[in-house]
T-cell receptor
Framework: ETGVTQTPRHLVMGMTNKKSLKCEQH?????MYWYKQSAKKPLELMFV???????ENNSVPSRFSPECPNSSHLFLHLHTLQPEDSALYLC???????????????FGPGTRLTVT | GQNIDQPTEMTATEGAIVQINCTYQ??????LFWYQQHAGEAPTFLSY??LDGLEEKGRFSSFLSRSKGYSYLLLKELQMKDSASYLC??????????WGAGTKLIIKP
């Protein structure tokens, strides 16, 4: 048990649908992350919420919209996705010190997303 | 630009030793991480190096040379359960992780 849960584990959606991915961490961490993992490619950081600030990768399309209502919950809202968005979406959390240095990240099991 | 290079795939024999290399180029440097990811599962943390030298943790060891931009993960007494992908990630000056594509390690009996 990693202490980071994600739902749903699998999602199939059409290009006109709207759906949301949910992540919850039970580790008391103060930073949460969304990653995209495509086959044989590096993990791509999409968004970071840390110490009440949001950092985003400028290359992420606006059809992905994150929400972090508190330090334990993270959502990724999806709308009008494209087939190339099919991938494994991983949530992670970590503790960050006052200087900003993060400790190791703990990952959830991921949501396998297929866009048809 | 920032980049992490590691071999795509390696094969080793049960009971043997294998070394997985990683070279990195990051804007600033705040350490080097190794993660293990079994197929269909989440990555799990293995090691963190920020100073030069070898860190040993049971059957796994990780080495860092900052002057060479180089790290390796050493796995001893290989077991079948060590078959997994091993991800190398460098932390840049903004404390963001730059990830390699991972090395798929295949263990044969």
């Amino acid at each position: 048990e990693t202490g980071v849960t994600q739902t749903p584990r699998h999602l199939v959606m059409g290009m006109t649908n709207k759906k949301s991915l949910k992540c919850e961490q039970h580790l008391g961490h103060n930073a949460m992350y969304w990653y995209k993992q495509s086959a044989k490619k590096p993990l791509e950081l999409m968004f970071v919420y840390s110490l009440e600030e949001r950092v985003e990768n400028n290359s992420v399309p606006s059809r992905f919209s994150p929400e972090c209502p508190n330090s334990s919950h993270l959502f990724l809202h999806l709308h009008t996705l494209q087939p190339e968005d099919s991938a494994l979406y991983l949530c992670a959390s970590s503790q960050r010190g006052e200087t900003g240095l993060p400790y190791e990240q703990y990952f959830g099991p991921g949501t396998r997303l297929t866009v048809t | 630009g920032q980049n992490i290079d590691q071999p795509t795939e390696m094969t080793a024999t049960e009971g043997a030793i294998v070394q997985i290399n990683c070279t990195y180029q990051t804007s600033g440097f705040n350490g080097l991480f190794w993660y293990q990811q079994h197929a269909g599962e989440a990555p799990t943390f293995l090691s963190y190096n920020v100073l030069d030298g070898l860190e040993e943790k049971g059957r796994f060891s990780s080495f860092l040379s900052r002057s060479k931009g180089y790290s390796y993960l050493l796995l001893k007494e290989l077991q079948m359960k060590d078959s997994a992908s091993y991800l190398c990630a460098g932390m840049d000056s903004n404390y963001q992780l730059i990830w390699g594509a991972g090395t798929k390690l295949i263990i044969k009996p």
